[in-house]
């Protein structure tokens, strides 16, 4: 019973497994492989050699794959969407006389980091590249589909310049800050997936930020309880 309770990888396997597709594409274990037979919780004695196996397992490139995974997550995480205050808009059952209106949240991509501070200045410099928005089908696996060239992604552009976040470092007067405004917006009863992602510096896939990907009615609900982070 002990052995079966203390097994790890059973464990992640069905917490994996219990997650929807959404979540699933941010999850990510660390997990070195450990040769040789099952090692004791309580056999102190193995420390060095775990520490050893782990430092070796860190320098292959499986190890830095999954590393620098898990990191970009962690990155493109700092950006949050938060609605304005009257940024609901619901559409009418009927826009006119014959179309239907559209569902529309409006807001601004944020990002966690101090305004201002060095912490920011360094992301927004050497790490962050852009930030672009999609809508795609309720049945897609953004693990194997973000980076398909048949889906469109808009960039969100800084005020007056480019989707480069860079820009939003302002040199002469020593300031920076991440207020980027941006709608989203969709049919009535909708089930596709918003996704604002990020695209960080050397590397070619979208990255969805905190919250996303998610519908927008539920980013609507959301909003109404003044939660999106």
């Not at 014959?98 to 305004?115: D, E, K, T």
Request: hydrophobic letters at 40%; glycine letters at 6%.
């Amino acid at each position: 019973m002990l052995v079966h309770q203390s097994d790890s990888n059973e464990s992640w396997t069905t917490f994996e497994n219990s997650m929807p597709s959404t979540v699933k594409t941010k999850l990510h274990r660390l997990n070195p492989p450990l040769p040789g037979d099952r090692i004791a919780l309580d056999d102190h004695t193995k420390m060095d050699d775990l520490v050893s196996m782990t430092e070796n397992w860190i320098k292959t490139s499986e190890g830095q794959i999954k590393i620098k995974q898990a990191a970009h997550v962690m990155l493109a995480s700092l950006f949050f969407f938060e609605s304005d205050d009257s940024g609901i808009i619901r559409a009418p059952e009927r826009a006119g006389r014959f179309a239907a209106g559209r569902n529309q949240l409006a807001g601004s991509v944020r990002c966690r980091l101090p305004r201002n501070s060095s912490g920011l200045r360094k992301l927004l410099l050497e790490k962050a590249d852009s930030l672009w928005c999609a809508v795609l089908d309720h049945d897609v696996v953004l693990g194997e589909q973000t980076n398909a060239s048949n889906i469109f992604w808009d960039p969100i552009t800084v005020p007056g310049r480019s989707e480069i976040l860079s820009h939003c470092v302002n040199e002469e007067i020593g300031q920076c800050n991440v207020n980027l405004s941006w709608t989203l917006e969709d049919d009535p009863g909708s089930h596709r997936l918003q996704v604002i992602a990020l695209k960080i510096k050397g590397c070619d896939k979208y990255i969805p930020i905190s919250g996303f990907p998610s519908t927008l009615a539920a980013l609507m609900e959301r909003a109404s309880a003044r939660w999106l982070q």
